[in-house]
DNA sequence: CTGTTAGCGCTTTCAT
DNA sequence: ATGAAAGCGCTAACAG
């Protein structure tokens, strides 16, 4: 493994070849496929290469090949505690097709998505994860590319896409806090140009109109994905009057910023204000009080997505696909029945 | 941009030349030094260039160039919080050099760097940062390599570091504690594998010690950087006799997790035990009670780690360096003077 | 300023 | 089972 001391430039498979005695042909096959050459000249070559401290070139592998054997997963922001676990089930079926698992941001501006999408183009990687709802124009309709989008998505595409039904999910917080009496439901919303959030905001509505009540008006704030974003929103939104007795948030980092603003006003969680998440991250089992959210199967999430890709890398045709996994509402501290005597306003 | 319809071979510089009426050689010029070639050749590269929808080739490229373009982030655990504040720092560096950063995770076990490590040696990234404290035996003494440890690091190893004094901002810490009347102050400790973690406990001893405690029988339990970790480092801790008043958590995260722990217990915070962390997540705001903790400037050792690495790549040869940036201790709300009347004990 | 030529390091026919 | 030879797509000399 170690580079012999006075050793600037990199053995290559001539360097091989030549200490085993062989052609450069058979040091790639004793290499790459064992069992295509005789168990004398494996042994050979591999003595060869490991004396030499041989490393194939990555590079020069692809460039003949025409395959890169990485793959790419875009998010839009690395520090969203949401996707290391998807990124975690990805991990696990790429690493059996010995395929390098690379991630990059697509960060602020959409157009950042172009640049890492010029990286499969340009063959740096073999297919990507899209986990970001927000494709490039001149993207979306490139054919039939080795592209599987993860949780969020742009309907315009006909990329596969692996994730759960967000209205459904919707619906069922929606329904939770219904059910515990709440009527005053508002909705801190995540940021408006992405599917999912339209979804989420579909599927609150769609519940509090089912209850008999105005699910067209009722007040709902947008944010970023983030605890600054379910601050602000929040903040909007305890603002106005009648004040809402529960939040259904976007995300769980959303509501843990929405719990921190609602304290800030003087109220209680969930005394005064009920608060559903979205999403199930392992935060939120921890904070006080333990938030009530939407578990989305995030690992398996991941699996099927690159499941998906690995289909489409092997040629396999995959018909314009929607892989729709169950989310679950999982109870817990932060949503109670409304209380009576309305709390005190600041 | 768009591939044109039925033409599924990619166009390479020959396509380009022919439609220019130029040599290959000039369309490489006028691509990538297009102040080489006269004006007018320029705009009918480009122009060509643009019609058959023409991306180089990065393999190729790389080949050729002895460049991949491309750095490579090693971190322990993508879904650890710590990160991704570094990394768009490094990122913020890297792109203005237009070249990409990868992400790559080294995982539970110590083998997987060195797996990632081969990237470098197979030309795949032109040099690698390490925030990971472990690394491989092999590569401890691979001689001037482009490789920079951030924020954690091995004290075996000759790469240069970037990072704060752990074992200073540990004493700080400690002293805040002591400062507000304190004399049980456990350590909720990191993984006893790198070496930050051993100096945070140097500088935890050392405090407890100058103050005339008995810092080296003070009691301390390690577990993962994570907030589970935290959690059943700190349930032995609030098990032993005396009880501690105060923790000192290696990470926020762990400071979470602690602070799960003793409310499970019955204990209030910071009233019946006051905690500080590590790091100053976003996270650490946002909890209630705030948490108290010790920032890490991440954006800026990012930014630094990432100019060094650009120096080593420009062959600028680094000494055996170690950029030490301050740390700050941010009081919120989970630390105060202790209690007189101890708690109950469940 | 531009073209010709060579070759980065590897894998893959095609022979033998 | 092995070797010879070609070439993936690009850019760096070197001429002109």
Same mark, same amino acid.
């Given at each position: 493994?170690?580079?012999?001391?006075?050793?600037?430039?990199?053995?290559?498979?001539?360097?091989?070849?030549?200490?085993?005695?062989?052609?450069?042909?058979?040091?790639?096959?004793?290499? @790459?496929?064992?069992?295509?050459?005789?168990?004398?000249?494996?042994?050979?070559?591999?003595?060869?290469?490991?004396?030499?401290?041989?490393?194939?070139?990555?590079?020069?592998? @692809?460039?003949?090949?025409?395959?890169?054997?990485?793959?790419?997963?875009?998010?839009?922001?690395?520090?969203?505690?949401?996707?290391?676990?998807?990124?975690?089930?990805?991990?696990?079926?790429?690493?059996?097709?010995?395929?390098?698992?690379?991630?990059?941001?697509?960060?602020?501006?959409?157009?950042?998505?172009?640049?890492?999408?010029?990286?499969?183009?340009?063959?740096?990687?073999?297919?990507?994860?899209?986990?970001?709802?927000?494709?490039?124009?001149?993207?979306?309709?490139?054919?039939?590319?080795?592209?599987?989008?993860?949780?969020?998505?742009?309907?315009?595409?006909?990329?596969?896409?692996?994730?759960?039904?967000?209205?459904?999910?919707?619906?069922?917080?929606?329904?939770?806090?219904?059910?515990?009496?709440?009527?005053?439901?508002?909705?801190?919303?995540?940021?408006?140009?992405?599917?999912?959030?339209?979804?989420?905001?579909?599927?609150?509505?769609?519940?509090?109109?089912?209850?008999?009540?105005?699910?067209?008006?009722?007040?709902?704030?947008?944010? @970023?994905?983030?605890?600054?974003?379910?601050?602000?929103?929040?903040?909007?939104?305890?603002?106005?009057?009648?004040?809402?007795?529960?939040?259904?948030?976007?995300?769980?980092?959303?509501?843990?910023?929405?719990?921190?603003?609602?304290?800030?006003?003087?109220?209680?969680?969930?005394?005064?204000?009920?608060?559903?998440?979205?999403?199930?991250?392992?935060?939120?089992?921890?904070?006080?009080?333990?938030?009530?959210?939407?578990?989305?199967?995030?690992?398996?999430?991941?699996?099927?997505?690159?499941?998906?890709?690995?289909?489409?890398?092997?040629?396999?045709?995959?018909?314009?696909?929607?892989?729709?996994?169950?989310?679950?509402?999982?109870?817990?501290?932060? @949503?109670?029945?409304?209380?009576?005597?309305?709390?005190?306003?600041?």
């Amino acid at each position: 493994m170690v580079a012999s001391p006075h050793s600037s430039p990199k053995p290559t498979v001539r360097d091989v070849a030549r200490r085993a005695g062989v052609s450069t042909a058979t040091v790639s096959r004793a290499l @790459s496929r064992p069992e295509r050459v005789s168990a004398a000249t494996r042994e050979r070559v591999e003595t060869a290469a490991r004396e030499v401290g041989y490393i194939p070139n990555a590079m020069a592998r @692809s460039l003949r090949r025409r395959q890169a054997d990485a793959v790419l997963v875009l998010v839009p922001d690395i520090g969203n505690s949401f996707f290391p676990e998807i990124i975690k089930g990805i991990e696990e079926i790429a690493f059996r097709q010995r395929s390098a698992v690379l991630i990059g941001e697509t960060g602020e501006a959409p157009e950042a998505a172009s640049l890492h999408l010029e990286a499969l183009l340009a063959g740096r990687v073999d297919g990507i994860l899209l986990l970001d709802g927000r494709v490039p124009d001149f993207a979306v309709d490139i054919e039939p590319a080795p592209i599987v989008q993860v949780s969020d998505y742009d309907p315009r595409s006909r990329f596969p896409q692996v994730r759960i039904d967000h209205e459904r999910a919707a619906v069922m917080a929606t329904e939770h806090l219904l059910a515990l009496g709440h009527r005053q439901i508002a909705h801190v919303a995540g940021p408006l140009d992405t599917a999912i959030v339209h979804d989420r905001i579909r599927g609150w509505r769609k519940a509090l109109s089912a209850a008999g009540l105005d699910g067209a008006r009722a007040a709902m704030a947008p944010g @970023s994905f983030s605890i600054e974003g379910g601050s602000a929103a929040a903040d909007i939104l305890l603002a106005g009057r009648p004040r809402p007795t529960a939040l259904f948030c976007s995300s769980d980092e959303m509501a843990i910023g929405a719990a921190k603003a609602a304290r800030q006003r003087g109220l209680q969680i969930p005394r005064d204000l009920s608060i559903v998440g979205f999403d199930d991250l392992q935060l939120a089992a921890a904070v006080d009080p333990p938030l009530t959210t939407l578990r989305q199967p995030r690992r398996e999430l991941g699996r099927r997505a690159m499941a998906i890709l690995n289909r489409l890398l092997d040629g396999e045709p995959v018909a314009r696909q929607v892989e729709l996994l169950d989310a679950e509402l999982i109870v817990r501290g932060t @949503s109670t029945a409304p209380t009576t005597i309305p709390a005190p306003v600041p």
